[in-house]
């Protein structure tokens, strides 16, 4: 409901803007007000605990990134104060972040950019030019965040689909197939690929230095 109710403020935001001839740096200094996402946590009966069960393929690969010496960060469009701080807090997963940007944190959320290079430019340390960055979404907002994100660096950012929603928006985007993954599962071999090496010590695929998103 949450995913249905932020793309619909998106597309109204996007519609008032044009009415009230709204410049781009007069929208990212407002301070969103968020009302929507606040009144569904509000009357929020559960806590995190009870809402969610952590999966434990994914957890392994933050295993993984981490052990490799990967950068990562999460962003997302839902709030942090209230449960997305609650959701890192109580599965143990923030050590593996060092950046966690929610939508109270930037002015505009997915699938506009600024969420992705906030997280960015908070992971500790500037970008490097041999630095791999990846994007890996669960909706079509973060592929088209991803690919604005790129632009407004630009340098390359790669989207990755994790189920059917992205994978719709990697197809409207023209992005290659191998860049889709339709499971955890999927995911954890992508990353294991990524980092194995053959006899004589190459990549199979493209390097993934720090950082990752």
Known sequence: MLEFLDDCSHRGARLAARFR?????????????????????????????????????MRGVLERLRAEGVA?????????????????GAFDLQKYFSAAVFREDVSRGKPWPDSIITALRG?????????VIWYIGDQRKDI???????????????PFA???????GTVEARISP????????DFERTVSATFETDYRGRSLVDPLPAPLL
């Open 21 to 57: 001839l709204m410049r781009r740096n007069c929208v990212s200094e407002r301070t969103p007000k968020l009302l929507v996402h606040k009144a569904i946590h509000k009357v929020r009966r559960k806590s995190v605990e009870e809402m969610l069960e952590p999966c434990e393929t």
């Open 72 to 88: 990562l960060g999460v962003v997302s469009n839902g709030l942090g104060r209230g449960y997305g701080h609650d959701v890192l």
């Open 123 to 131: 992971l500790g340390r500037d970008l490097r030019a041999n630095d």
């Open 144 to 158: 088209a965040a991803a690919q604005a994100a790129s632009a407004a660096l630009g340098r390359a950012i790669r």
């Open 162 to 168: 994790l189920g059917a929603r992205a994978a719709l």
């Open 178 to 185: 191998t860049q889709i993954m339709w499971s955890a599962a």
